[in-house]
């Protein structure tokens, strides 16, 4: 980064916790493991498991960790107090059952896992993956047209590339177990591990009809609710502001949902949706002067 805007971050970040006492920071990881696999792991989702200790050091050493729903309430409720942090974990990869859990039982911290439903059974998944890890096995055009799904603002080309793509499901490796399982779940606490929202399809929901939205939200819910570790948090898949419509808020606060993104910034007041700070693969104390700062721009964006 240019010395410049380096400096200009600091400065950014440091008057946000002159100003702000009362934060909650809400990270976000999808795959943790020893070593890295290329037929299961993103070099964007990853996370080294020693890289990822350090990372919980890091949060631990200067954040209260708290379970995500408590502190959520805290928040909506004006009584949070001081620097805290919640720890979550999207799409149900197998190493958050694998070394997440076991690690964070271990060190007595509390974590959310956003899970999406319908791969459960292990017998389907959606674009992503298969553009990820089955990519060498995709008609040259398909696999072109699929790279822009992450980024487009055609529903029609989403809808017709995203179904194409999902043709080739079966050719991801080991489709049966990159997932957690429904019986892992129902092992879960909901004290110290719970399990929020996270779609029954991973798909951007800016990119699919309010009817479609609605059902996947209610399948979703329909199918998480009977685990005792359910607290009703949504994360949009891909959680970023372009994967997200105003029908969405409008069906989750019907649904009584609370939403967090992966927007990149830290809470300090009662909201309609709540960011979280996408951390595979950073480096937290990197990330969360990043985060900061972003708040620091916002708030000065809204002054104006
Ligand atoms: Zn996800």
Redo the contacts with the bound molecule.
């Keep these: 980064m240019h010395l410049v805007s380096a400096l200009l971050e600091e400065t950014r970040a440091l008057r946000f916790r002159a100003t702000q006492k009362n934060t909650l920071a809400i990270f976000n990881w ?1 795959q943790v493991t020893p070593a890295f696999d290329p037929a299961r792991h993103h070099p964007h989702t990853w996370t080294a498991l020693a890289n990822f200790e350090t990372a919980i050091d890091d949060v631990a050493e200067s954040h209260s960790i708290m379970p995500l729903d408590a502190a959520l309430a805290a928040l909506d409720g004006g009584f949070l107090r001081g620097r805290c942090a919640a720890l979550t974990f ?2 149900g990869d197998r190493s958050i059952a694998d070394y997440v859990a076991p690690l964070l039982l271990r060190r007595g911290l509390p974590a959310t896992f ?1 899970i ?1 439903s319908a791969y459960l059974r292990g017998d389907r998944t959606y674009w992503f993956p298969v553009l990820a890890y089955a990519g060498h096995l995709l008609p040259a055009a398909i696999k072109q047209h699929g790279k822009a799904l992450r980024q487009t603002g055609d529903t029609a080309f989403y809808a017709r590339y995203r179904e194409a793509l999902e043709q080739y499901a079966a050719a991801v490796p080991n489709l049966a177990d990159r997932f957690v399982t429904a019986n892992w779940l129902s092992r879960l606490d909901g004290e110290q591990f719970a399990i929020g929202a ?1 779609g029954h399809e ?1 798909q951007r929901y800016a990119m699919m009809s309010e009817h479609w939205q609605r059902r996947d939200i209610a399948a979703n819910v329909m199918a998480l609710r009977d685990f005792r570790a359910f607290r009703p948090v949504f ?1 949009p ?3 970023k502001p372009i994967d997200v419509s105003p029908d969405l808020f409008r069906i989750a606060g019907e649904a009584r949902l609370k939403i967090v993104l992966a927007s990149g910034g830290i809470n300090t007041r009662s909201a309609q949706s709540y960011d979280r700070i996408p951390a595979d693969n950073v480096i937290i104390k990197r990330a969360l002067t990043r985060a900061m700062a972003a708040n620091g721009r916002r708030a000065a964006a809204a002054a104006l």
């Design positions: 999808h999207d799409d956003f999406n996270h991973h994360a898949p891909f959680g």
